[in-house]
């Protein structure tokens, strides 16, 4: 059974203090690792996808990366607006591959 | 409109009532999903639809019952519900669930239902 751990739960910075999300993942092959934005009272936004260990994708101050466990979300100098829960999800391979998703690393940035 | 829109935004309903929450998507792509979201919980997928065929449905109670009429419009008709059903369901749209660019979903903004 495939399974996505986010940790932490809950972070707190202060405007301009980088940090690092981590999303823990099993899945028997992996085709795809997805990263998504998520405001109060909307749905997700989706943000990256990571197919293999090694690649990066970068969007402003967000930086994904994936290893073969493990992806991390990197946010360098956050703002404000950059508070969001942020959801990772992991496509299987086979057939009609659908999204197992973690609970979610709820982010806020404090001015 | 554009992207992915759900109406009703809220629903309120009691236990015996049937209502329908309806999803529609701008975005050319020819699979849709439901989605319900708890808190402290992972979203779960209900459903599945490619192409308006129904190709996945995980285990969920038949009082959910979806219709996908064509590829742009998706509905979720509700009856008999259990207030441990109140959640925010969420629909999305992808290309072909078959291939990689399936995981690039896009979602509505949901509709927050309560169970009296």
């Known amino acids: 059974e495939d399974q996505v751990t986010q940790s932490p739960e809950a972070l707190r910075l202060q405007e301009g203090e980088s940090s690092s999300l981590n999303c823990s993942y099993t899945?028997?092959?992996?085709?795809?690792l997805f990263w998504y934005r998520q405001d109060p009272g909307k749905g997700p936004e989706f943000l990256f996808t990571?197919?293999?260990a090694g690649e990066e994708k970068e969007k402003e101050r967000l930086k994904a990366t994936l290893t073969k466990k493990e992806s991390f979300l990197h946010i360098t100098a956050p703002k404000p607006e950059d508070s969001a829960t942020y959801l990772c999800?992991?496509?299987?391979?086979?057939?009609?591959?659908?999204?197992?998703f973690g609970k979610g690393t709820m982010l806020l940035v404090s001015p | 409109e554009t992207g992915v829109t759900q109406t009703p935004r809220h629903l309120v309903m009691g236990m015996t009532n049937k209502k329908s929450l309806k999803c529609e998507q701008h975005?050319?792509?020819?699979?849709m999903y439901w989605y319900k979201q708890s808190a402290k919980k992972p979203l779960e997928l209900m459903f599945v639809?490619?192409?308006?065929?129904?190709?996945e449905n995980n285990s969920v109670p038949s009082r959910f019952s979806p219709e996908c009429p064509n590829s742009s419009h998706l509905f979720l008709h509700l009856h008999t519900l259990q207030p441990e059903d109140s959640a925010l369901y969420l629909c999305?749209?992808?290309?072909?669930?078959?291939?990689?660019?399936?995981?690039?979903?896009?979602f509505g903004p949901g509709t927050r239902l309560t169970v009296l």
């Open positions: 999305a749209s992808s290309q072909d669930p078959r291939t990689n660019r399936a995981g690039e979903q896009f």
């Open positions: 899945v028997s092959g992996l085709r795809g």
């Open positions: 990571l197919y293999s």
């Open positions: 999800a992991v496509q299987a391979p086979s057939g009609y591959s659908t999204l197992t």
């Open positions: 975005l050319g792509h020819n699979a």
């Open positions: 639809y490619s192409l308006e065929e129904r190709v």
